[in-house]
């Protein structure tokens, strides 16, 4: 099947590649950062030297006027440029995580069900929810603090350099402490930050299957038990980042620690000398007020070195899904203007590891306009084969090809199928949201339209509000003949030239199962129908019969009769 990736198929799932494609925005960040750093510099100077014009040069501020007006340009200029490298980071990291959603999604989608069997889903779901979001202050405030960490330190450094060596000394000497001490603490947070992650993974997918399996615990009597488990695990993950808290204010105490030392080094330095005459007010000022600025950034660096932990566990969740093999076939994701006529499967062998088939040069063909059977017993391949036709799985060998009244062969056409479950999944909302979950766009007369070509018009009429009556998550408050028929009218609104179904007539009462299959036959004029189906009315009006035995497809008029 051709193939059509919409990944970045060479692109590296780590936070060094996630950076590098975001490298333009993170660097124009960076860029204003540093001219706002500049003009910090700046701003201080002039500030320094207005103060001292004042108290020792006896100064009027009439004197000062045109000093005061840089200083307010320097401010107004650096709040703004400041904002601008902010949001500068925060549009290339919202840019990014979109992407990344996408990408994800796209590969999920390309890895398909087989190959996500045994992921659990809130651990999916908070991987694409919290986890993409946990990358978020990574780009915004970790990356961009950690280059002004370097850029403004050093700049005031050089000041400080050209006006006095001895604080410059003191200011060198403590700086590199505050990153060095604060790795030794943020060796112990990542610990901590990964458990984290991994307690809230399973806090998700514990909650999950509370609540699908909410109905089975209450007639068990064990609901209680559930929410008990439930929030002793909430409980352990309150526990725990309330731990990450305690390491982020012991890292904060550090810095502060070595910050304060340092400042005050200087000012008892530069007070000695201001009493021997050794300095000038104006260099001791502005180095007393340059000297906070310096530790400015490692505090703002401080304060987000939490987001890369969060980052680093976060990743841990998501390159764990994108590094699923894609088991899923790729295709056009395009609906085919042609009829097809009929679906060949060509020499088609299928295995789940290596060396072991499920299926072995199956060749069967499904016309339009038949209902085709497949029966077999529990494992012998039946799903797997169904697993093919809806491109779930890719074949080890053979093809599947979908020809056209012209004889013309299609191989981009599972876009066409529709797909009705043995357990359809319906959703909270009303009966038109779940019917509108296949077309988004169509109108209550197509809606009444396919409602009564899967024969489940007058019981949607008969609802309270009709089309617009709630209805619980998975078909609260309906029949199973009810459900089956709303998803078929679901998958109908799709047009779909292709109709496979799961045992739709199973767990259903006599008169239910009559419906469903007059709705189906009816559907089958139109279309090729596919039924995976043991028993039950559907099979006397299936014109073909496919019996699944150990990997391998019979069929004949002989299976027919039996099966009937």
């Known amino acids: 099947m051709s193939v059509k990736v919409m990944m970045q198929s060479s692109g590296n799932k780590t936070l060094a590649g996630f950076t590098r494609r975001i490298s333009f925005w993170l660097g124009a960040s960076v860029l204003l950062g540093g001219v706002a750093a500049v003009l910090l510099v700046l701003q201080l100077t002039v500030f320094a030297q207005i103060v001292a014009g004042l108290a020792f040069q006896h100064h009027s501020l009439a004197d000062e006027i045109p000093a005061l007006k840089w200083l307010v340009f320097f401010l107004v200029a650096r709040a703004l440029l400041q904002w601008a490298a902010d949001m500068v980071a925060a549009q290339g990291s919202l840019r990014l995580i979109s992407n990344l959603r996408s990408e994800?999604?796209?590969?999920?989608?390309?890895?398909?069900?087989?190959?996500?069997?045994?992921?659990?889903?809130?651990?999916?779901?908070?991987?694409?929810?919290?986890?993409?979001?946990?990358?978020?202050?990574?780009?915004?405030?970790?990356?961009?603090?950690?280059?002004?960490?370097?850029?403004?330190?050093?700049?005031?450094?050089?000041?400080?350099?050209?006006?006095?060596?001895?604080?410059?000394?003191?200011?060198?000497?403590?700086?590199?402490?505050?990153?060095?001490?604060?790795?030794?603490?943020?060796?112990?947070?990542?610990?901590?930050?990964?458990?984290?992650?991994?307690?809230?993974?399973?806090?998700?997918?514990?909650?999950?299957?509370?609540?699908?399996?909410?109905?089975?615990?209450?007639?068990?009597?064990?609901?209680?038990?559930?929410?008990?488990?439930?929030?002793?695990?909430?409980?352990?993950?309150?526990?725990?980042?309330?731990?990450?808290?305690?390491?982020?204010?012991?890292?904060?105490?550090?810095?502060?620690?070595?910050?304060?030392?340092?400042?005050?080094?200087?000012?008892?330095?530069?007070?000695?000398?201001?009493?021997?005459?050794?300095?000038?007010?104006?260099?001791?000022?502005?180095?007393?007020?340059?000297?906070?600025?310096?530790?400015?950034?490692?505090?703002?660096?401080?304060?987000?070195?939490?987001?890369?932990?969060?980052?680093?566990?976060?990743?841990?969740?998501?390159?764990?899904?994108?590094?699923?093999?894609?088991?899923?076939?790729?295709?056009?994701?395009?609906?085919?203007?042609?009829?097809?006529?009929?679906?060949?499967?060509?020499?088609?062998?299928?295995?789940?590891?290596?060396?072991?088939?499920?299926?072995?040069?199956?060749?069967?063909?499904?016309?339009?306009?038949?209902?085709?059977?497949?029966?077999?017993?529990?494992?012998?391949?039946?799903?797997?084969?169904?697993?093919?036709?809806?491109?779930?799985?890719?074949?080890?060998?053979?093809?599947?090809?979908?020809?056209?009244?012209?004889?013309?062969?299609?191989?981009?056409?599972?876009?066409?199928?529709?797909?009705?479950?043995?357990?359809?999944?319906?959703?909270?909302?009303?009966?038109?949201?779940?019917l509108r979950m296949a077309n988004p766009q169509a109108d209550i007369a197509s809606l009444r339209n396919v409602a009564r070509q899967a024969d489940a018009l007058s019981f949607i009429e008969s609802l309270p509000q009709g089309f617009d009556t709630l209805i619980g998550e998975r078909g609260t408050c309906l029949s199973g003949g009810q459900v089956q028929r709303l998803a078929l009218a679901r998958v109908l609104l799709r047009k779909p030239q292709i109709l496979i179904l799961d045992e739709p007539t199973a767990h259903l009462d006599p008169e239910s199962e009559q419906r469903v299959v007059t709705a189906i036959a009816h559907v089958a004029t139109h279309c090729i129908v596919i039924v995976i189906a043991h028993r039950g009315a559907i099979i006397t009006h299936a014109q073909q019969v496919l019996r699944v035995h150990k990997g391998q497809v019979f069929s004949g008029p002989h299976l027919l009769e039996h099966a009937a």
């Open 104 to 434: 994800l999604l796209q590969h999920l989608f390309n890895v398909g069900p087989v190959g996500m069997a045994g992921h659990a889903t809130g651990a999916t779901v908070t991987a694409l929810d919290a986890g993409l979001e946990g990358l978020e202050p990574y780009f915004t405030q970790y990356m961009p603090r950690a280059a002004m960490m370097v850029v403004l330190p050093f700049m005031i450094l050089a000041t400080v350099l050209h006006l006095d060596g001895w604080s410059f000394l003191i200011l060198a000497c403590t700086g590199p402490l505050i990153p060095v001490f604060m790795a030794l603490v943020g060796y112990r947070a990542q610990a901590i930050m990964d458990r984290q992650w991994t307690q809230l993974l399973f806090l998700g997918s514990s909650f999950l299957d509370a609540l699908q399996g909410m109905t089975s615990l209450r007639l068990f009597g064990r609901a209680r038990d559930a929410v008990a488990a439930v929030a002793d695990m909430a409980d352990e993950y309150r526990c725990t980042t309330m731990s990450v808290m305690k390491v982020a204010f012991l890292t904060s105490a550090v810095l502060e620690f070595f910050a304060s030392l340092s400042i005050a080094l200087v000012a008892v330095v530069f007070g000695a000398r201001l009493l021997e005459g050794k300095a000038d007010f104006q260099s001791a000022f502005l180095v007393l007020l340059l000297a906070p600025e310096y530790f400015m950034p490692l505090r703002a660096f401080s304060a987000s070195y939490h987001a890369r932990q969060n980052a680093t566990a976060a990743m841990a969740g998501i390159s764990k899904l994108f590094a699923l093999p894609a088991m899923a076939a790729r295709h056009e994701n395009q609906l085919l203007t042609e009829t097809l006529v009929s679906i060949k499967c060509e020499n088609l062998s299928a295995e789940y590891e290596a060396n072991r088939p499920v299926l072995s040069n199956i060749n069967c063909t499904f016309a339009r306009g038949t209902i085709s059977l497949i029966t077999g017993e529990s494992g012998a391949g039946k799903t797997t084969l169904v697993r093919l036709l809806l491109g779930l799985l890719s074949p080890v060998t053979g093809r599947i090809v979908a020809e056209d009244a012209h004889g013309i062969a299609h191989r981009d056409w599972q876009s066409n199928i529709g797909w009705v479950p043995q357990r359809p999944c319906l959703v909270h909302g009303t009966v038109a949201e779940n």
